[in-house]
Structure formats: structure tokens, C-alpha cells
């Protein structure tokens, strides 16, 4: 099993940091492989930005993503710029309220409104947790438990209840 995933946004929307949460999940708490890469523009903020994983249960080797099983997509320049990049018939998961999912018949698209369910638990800075929760529920590449314990890992302690919260209720949403 060779499972490649995108993660795309804007710079300061955390995709960098769900790919890192990702990785660390499925090497550290799932036994299986994984790399995780990642770029965005040099202005870091308000830029393409993205991360991608690898998760594999055999040796990784290539690491950079060639087609993405799996894409999330939590802005419009996001998805204009790498939705070509996804497999045919893959899964697309995206915040219907920041993309305009266009010519995209030939894929699986998962609504996933994490910006206003991020909002809606007070912080918006978790809405890319969100959108790991719907991930971890939509590919099961990954539990919701073994990305919780990446997160007390990865984070702040102070910010470990409201990322954990965004994962439930972004797997609750799917």
C-alpha cells in the first residue's frame, strides 16, 4: 500500500504543520513508513503553500508525491495550482466555502467546511486539523487516535484540546 497525499493552502493556514501531524502519526503510531515534503512561496504567508506525504507499508523509494490518492484543498489558488497533480477517480477533499470545485467530474469530492467549523469552535488556526480529521476518516490510512498522539507530540500543550477537538469534528463532518 502506497498512499501519496497533498495538502494544499495559502501560507499561515497550517499545511505545513498537517503534513508534519500526518507523518509523525503514521511512522510513530501506526508502524508503517512515511515522508513528508513540503514548499511555499518566500513570503510565507498568503502564498501557495503545500505539503505532501507519503505513507507506505513497504520502503518509500521515491519521496516526492507523483499523483495524489488523496488531495485536500483549503484555498482557491491552492486547487487552481494542483489539482492537476491528483490522480483520476482520487479523492479530493475541499472547504467548499474557499474553493470553487470546477471540471472536477472525474474525481471524489468531499466537502469539508473546516475554515467555518474552525471558526465555530473559536480558533481558526485548527481548521487544518479539521481537515485531518476528514482525511483520517475518508482514506483510514491513519486513526483519529494515532493523529492524537502525534499532536500531544507535535504542539503546544496548550493547543492540544482545540486541535484534538478540530480532528473529531472534522471526521464527524464526513
Partial sequence: MRTEIRIAGTGGMGVVLAGVVLGHAA???SGLDAVQTQSYGSEARGTA???EVIISDTPIR???VIRADY???MSQKA????VEGAKPHSTLIVDPDLVQCHDCDDFRVVPVPAMRTADGLGSRMVSNMVMLGALAEVS???TLDALESALRDLVPE???EIN????HRGAALV
Avoid at 79 to 82: A, G, K, N, Q, S
Fill in 49 to 51: 503553500a503545500k505539503s
Fill in 164 to 167: 484534538t477537538l478540530g480532528l
Fill in 158 to 160: 496548550r493547543t492540544i
Fill in 140 to 142: 483510514k490510512v491513519v
Fill in 27 to 29: 511512522v510513530v503510531y
Fill in 62 to 64: 521515491y519521496p516526492k
Fill in 79 to 82: 486547487f487552481d495550482i494542483y
Fill in 71 to 73: 488531495s485536500i484543498f
